[in-house]
């Protein structure tokens, strides 16, 4: 059922201090949100707090809000910027990667108010209800290509939906952000490279279709927002590869293949945005109780 | 339109496709997985079928599609339509 967490190190496990050469100073592995809505040309790292400071109003999180849960956290960017920008008194996240988890625990350590486990999202248990659930490009783990085929991936994301209602309080506010799968490519040098994508890179996982969500988040949410922002994940992964490219040298010294890996796959997602193969949606989801 | 025969089409694309590979016989309940055309290889097949067709099957139709048989049934509906 979705990525296991063998798979989920070959996505994330290559190494920290590989991914820290191209993503933003703090380590957001998902889509940025330019304020530039015309060229997008917002500095990088400002445009990734600037997605932070938005999903944080979808899930409704203000002076009120006395915690916070991470579903997939990453190498924790978000858990931090909750802690600290937010001043949320009480975060917690988790992901399925040792190496993000251990990346999360260092980052946090003098930071009282954040916890973050290594563990599958089927398996947690939450000791209390939050007052804010976020999940940014985690539900893309959910389903496998296999289960997609059988077509049990509404099933299983209504399930996600499920655990996430269950994990927090009455008439509170979920901030979730999917890469969304759109038309599929039928040329051969096209698939091809989404084979790399699919087989290399992102094992056993496979981006929801926006309508499949939004028929899953019933019963458990309500869609209050829903925003579509294909063109600023192009850019994000412009800078990605651009920060990549500019470590080139290093990168193919101490990490052999990764480099070749990772310029074909960015590359890969470049024309996946630019063809509406795939896109990037943010939805504010309210309970229903 | 006359019928066509979707199966046999399949059958001479997915040999065209997977050049080399030994495909085994084709039924309209073969699993394509089971047949060792994996997704990817299948969208190809898929294309050159709906180019020869002249039919588009809706993207939101594609990751349900386990057997030769079910690409048939899409194949069908699509130029029922038509
Ligand atoms: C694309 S990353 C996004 C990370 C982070 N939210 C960010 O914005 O950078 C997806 C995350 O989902 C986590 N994940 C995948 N499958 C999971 C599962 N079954 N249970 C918990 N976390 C999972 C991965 O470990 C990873 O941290």
Redesign the pocket.
Known sequence: M??SQQD?EVS?GVSNEFFQLWLDER????CAVFKDRENYSDNFEAAQDNKLRILSEFAHIGPHTESVL??????G??IEYQALVNKVPDVHG????PE?HKKCADRTKNVPSVTATC????HYEAPKKFDAVMS???V??VVSPEDARAGRAVELYRDYFRRAHSWSKPGTYFGLQAITRCNVPRKKEDLDDLRHATYVIFPNAVTPRVEDLIVAANPYYEVIEMHSRRFDYHKTIWHWRDRLHKNEGLVKEKWPGAFEDYDRYLTTCLKAFENNWQSLHQFSLKRLD | MSEVDILSMFNTIARQVEKGKDLPTITRESKITALGIDSVSMMEIIGVMEDELDVSIPDEKLARLQTVGDIETVIREQRGNA
């Open positions: 979705g990525s989920v994330y380590m957001n592995y998902t991470d579903i997939g956290c990453g190498w960017a978000n988790f992901t399925l990667s993000q563990q599958n999202y089927l940014i490009c985690m893309e783990h």
